[in-house]
């Protein structure tokens, strides 16, 4: 996370594959930018390859905690990201952050599919634990039936409304321990099914941590869509680049 509101980072595949890079540089699965954006700010995302990416959910929760610990927002804000403008709010340790409205859910043979910012492949299947999650989600991520690649996520029923999600991200080109638009799309795609729904939370467990997805959904989708969660300050610094 770099407030670049001077506009001075040098953006190049190479420096951010650089500091990316957990043996020599800070490491990490993503790099974001903090930038000025007509009286507000404006959320730049990288992937670890050092290619500018689609919407990181976990990623949108981090840049608002950035935006509070820099006393740059109050209670709520709003953003601006690669998919258009977000409105958060900040209440103690836990960040909401509102995604788009979804109308649209294709169902395929044993799949979902679905765009939450970031395109994504939902698989639901049991004993999740147990599955090569990268070397799996490789297999769909560049399979011909989607030839940008996608994101690809295994989901386990734990209980009704509860979930457990595994990601294979496209960028990363791995399993990340947690995947913001990846969970809003695993608790869209079980809610369409109308099985056992006792409300409109789907709360998640991931690798990195539990995360809450809300919304109101009618005939026509999906609207008032929130991913909720904590996002933990770790440790800032300087590197030369």
């Known amino acids: 996370m770099i407030d670049d509101r001077a506009h001075q980072f040098p953006v190049n595949e190479e420096n951010i594959t650089h500091l990316c890079d957990r043996r020599f540089g800070i490491g990490a699965d993503g790099l974001i930018l903090l930038q000025n954006q007509e009286n507000s700010h404006k959320m730049v995302y990288f992937n670890s390859d050092g290619k500018e990416s689609t919407m990181c959910g976990n990623g949108g929760r981090c840049f608002v905690r950035f935006l509070n610990d820099l006393q740059l927002m109050k209670d709520s804000t ?14 103690n ?16 043979d044993n799949y979902y599919f679905l765009d939450t910012g970031s395109p994504h492949h939902v698989i639901f299947a049991q004993h999740i634990a147990d599955i ?25 029923k734990l209980t009704p409304n509860r ?30 099914q109308k099985e056992d729904l006792i409300s409109n939370e789907v709360f998640i467990k991931t690798l990195g941590g539990n995360l809450k997805v809300s919304f109101e959904k009618d005939n026509q989708g ?20």
């Open 222 to 241: 999906f609207k008032s869509i929130f991913l909720i969660g904590p996002a933990d300050f770790v440790f800032k610094g300087k590197i030369q680049i």
């Open 93 to 108: 340790d836990l960040v909401k952050l509102q995604m788009h409205d979804i109308d649209t859910i294709q169902k395929g």
């Open 163 to 192: 979930l457990f999600v595994r990601t294979y991200e496209r960028g990363v080109e791995d399993e990340t321990y947690s995947c913001g638009t990846g969970v809003t799309a695993a608790a869209l795609a079980y809610a369409s």
């Open 132 to 156: 090569d999650v990268k070397k799996e989600g490789a297999k769909i991520r560049y399979s011909a039936q989607y030839p940008e690649g996608t994101n690809v996520n295994f989901v386990e």
């Open 78 to 91: 709003k953003f601006l990201a690669v998919d258009g403008w977000h409105y958060a709010e900040v209440d």
